[in-house]
């Protein structure tokens, strides 16, 4: 026989484990990814890999260098694209 210790233990895990697989953490917009490599971006934008490297050096374009590495901000990067699509800048 179970003590009733064992019994609220047993109980508040069921809780848990319910409450546990309910949550769903939001999704990034996209493919998942939060960051993607510039040639990631070159697909994602249509455009050559030369022409998103040059994107990337342009001020206030969402991308961070590690090293020589560098990698574009995915959510970020569409609305910086879009804010200049609706200005009419060029790029």
């Known amino acids: 026989m179970q003590t009733i210790e064992q019994i609220i233990e047993q109980a ?19 493919n998942g990814k939060h960051t993607c490599t510039v040639a990631e971006w070159a697909v994602t934008v249509g455009v050559s890999k030369p022409r998103a490297y040059d994107m990337t050096h342009i001020e206030g374009f969402p991308v961070v260098v590690i090293g020589r590495r560098r990698v574009v901000l995915v959510d970020a990067a569409k609305r910086w694209l879009n804010e200049r699509a609706q200005e009419g800048t060029a790029i």
Request: a neutral charge.
């Open 12 to 30: 508040v895990a069921r809780g848990v484990k319910a409450a546990l697989s309910e949550f769903r953490p939001p999704e990034p917009e996209g």
